[in-house]
């Protein structure tokens, strides 16, 4: 999919913006402040509908109106997409084509769009469920019985929550759930495991390009079963030994929820081993190296690199603004760019944004 062209009307500080885009790179290049990474929080927004900077849609609306419209024509290899989205105070619909879309797992698989923003420096040492969201973000968008099986599971885990919470638990229920649960189960950690180990075989050739110093890295998932034998024998024993457990403390202890991964490099934990500088890398190689694993060409992802030069010496800018090429197409927003051959979109403080091409 490429964004050919993007119209934004009362979204966050723009009253109204039209631009159109190319294939290949395009960098958002103005002073701090001017709405930079509103344009590109409008286009990933085209693939979740829901913001990478808040949960509050109320934000994204400009202050003082009553909705924003996000408006996108996206051409794949066949025909133009036209998406619209209208952000209300009382919710959003979802238009494509003109025909209201209900679900919005739909937009997920039409539109895919990958972000990384400078606070991803904290994937790391950030809590678990950073990593299992990056997991499931991912999952979901290339494998299609994914979020099917992650929320059926979320949902039979609350019930089961709930269930254990009870004065008198129903012993039975618990059981009839955590049957269902190992089903749901399956797909979700045999996804993940299927996710890690292509991700091993992609991330070291992305960090070798992004800086050579660092391609001896390795993604080790925990899943919360051994995945050799007969799955459901495994994950129900494993349910069944924290039973005692999840009884005393009234909550589900074990099962995919609970999974996390560790990043190694050189055989040490990035978390703890890793420089500042290092774990930017490593998490901005993390953040691109889905667009390689996508085996469906329809399926690979727009990429957004919100601010992520500031952060780098030259040289490491110089290696990814070349590794960019590989993409078909790119948003990069910044404050400078003193590389050529890009179309550069220049946000000015009165949000106009004056368009030319660097050569
Ligand atoms: N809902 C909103 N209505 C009007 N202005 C907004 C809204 N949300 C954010 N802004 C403004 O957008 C600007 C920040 O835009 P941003 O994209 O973060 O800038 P940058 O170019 O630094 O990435 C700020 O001036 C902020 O006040
Ligand atoms: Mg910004």
Redo the contacts with the bound molecule.
Sequence with gaps: MVLKRLELSKF??FSNLQLDFNEGLNVII?Q????????VEAIHYLSLARSFRTNYDD?????GQEEATIKAYLDDEHRTHKIEITIGKDGKRVRHNDIPLTRLSTLAELVNVVVFEPKDVNFFNGPPSLRRNYLDVHLGKTKNLYLNGLSTYENLLRERNAALKKDNIDTIEIDVLQAQMVEASEVVTKGRAEFIRNLNEILPKVLKELDPSLANIKVNYKPFVTLKGDYKTNAEAVFNKAKANDYKYRSTSVGPQREDFITELNGQDVSEYASQGQKRIIALALAISPYFIATNRQKRPIIVLD?ALSELDANHQQRLVKFINKFNQTFI?TTSFPYQGSELYE?TKNQKVIRRRFV
């Design positions: 966050r500080n103005g701090n402040g001017v709405g930079k990474t509103n344009i934000a994204l609306i400009k202050h601010d927003t946000v």
